[in-house]
């Protein structure tokens, strides 16, 4: 672990400070310093076995699980109070919070049928994710998603069928039902970023980011490009600078989870690679 120089205006230096005072007059101040930055650094590298808390949040990392970490910090745990508290503190928190169900409030109650229908439209648009790919579609118009009979049958599915009486007059509720499942279900792949449009206008056609060749090849050139730079040589371009290049050159509602969407893709395919946290550049 690299050291920085402004640590030594950290609270740990000051701690440092009262743990080691000067005992006498005459030592040397270039002496001192360096005690004091070799009590830094042994507090501050970590080694294989070193016991650390972190604080940060779960991502998901090439289909991996892994923590982004916002603070880590090295505990002194040499009689092991801090992982024996840990260890009476963890049956607790599984009783109250880990192994119980998420539930959405609603007046102190969870709506059972809110948590359906979210739980229809989560499988609705990963239905219709996997059909876009599989066909290699690059563009589509909502209207025709809902001649896919595939697709129609997963709401169907998931709706109480009615009797033959009801038919008749629940088929004009039936088929604006239908509509608006799949109206939901492409506005859930947007908020992925797996589906864009180049206008406001929700009856445009949608482009299918994945699949979009000129987008890929556009994004593609901007990193390559960039790379080639000074000021992106060693790191790689970071996805804010890709956003705003690829919102210039080629679409202005192209959003950030469009890119990270894309970003993603062409990793898998070995198009581009992460340098750093949200960094990339070409082999």
């Keep these: 672990m690299l050291i ?16 080691h ?10 002496e001192q310093i360096m005690k004091f930055q070799e009590v830094i650094r042994r507090k501050t590298r970590l080694e294989i076995g070193d016991v650390i808390r972190v604080r940060g949040c779960i991502r998901i990392y090439r289909q991996q699980r892994e923590i982004k970490a916002f603070m880590y910090y090295k505990v ?9 508290s840990r260890m009476l503190e963890l049956p607790c928190l599984y009783r109250d919070i880990y192994d119980k169900p998420f ?3 609603e007046n102190g109650q969870s709506d059972q049928g809110s948590e359906d229908m979210l739980d229809s439209i989560t499988i609705l648009s990963e239905k219709i994710r996997d059909f876009l790919l599989k066909n290699k579609i690059q563009t589509f118009y909502q209207q025709e998603l809902e001649t896919v009979e595939d697709l129609v049958l997963q709401i169907r599915q998931e709706r109480p069928s009615a009797t033959a009486e009801q ?4 088929s004009g509720l ?11 279900a492409i506005k859930v792949l947007q908020e ?7 206008s406001r206008d929700s009856k ?39 956003l705003s290049c690829v919102q210039q050159s080629y679409s202005p509602y192209i959003t950030e989870a469009v890119i990270r969407c894309l970003l993603v893709w062409m990793e898998t395919n070995s198009d581009v690679v992460t340098t750093m946290d949200e960094y990339y550049t070409v082999f």
């Design 4 to 19: 920085r120089q402004h640590h030594i205006q950290s609270p740990l230096f000051s701690t440092a400070l009262e743990s």
């Design 21 to 30: 005072p000067s005992t006498s007059s005459n030592l040397d101040l270039t």
């Design 76 to 84: 002194d745990d040499p009689v092991y109070d801090v992982q024996i």
């Design 103 to 105: 539930q959405y409030p």
């Design 167 to 170: 038919s008749d007059s629940k």
């Design 174 to 184: 039936r088929s604006k039902q239908i509509r608006n499942s799949f109206m939901e």
């Design 192 to 198: 992925k970023g797996v589906l864009f449009q180049k």
């Design 204 to 242: 445009d056609v949608y482009y299918v980011t994945e699949q979009d060749t000129e987008l890929h090849r556009v994004t593609l050139h901007i990193i390559k490009a960039d790379c080639k730079r000074p000021k992106y040589t060693e790191k790689g371009c970071h996805l804010r600078h890709i």
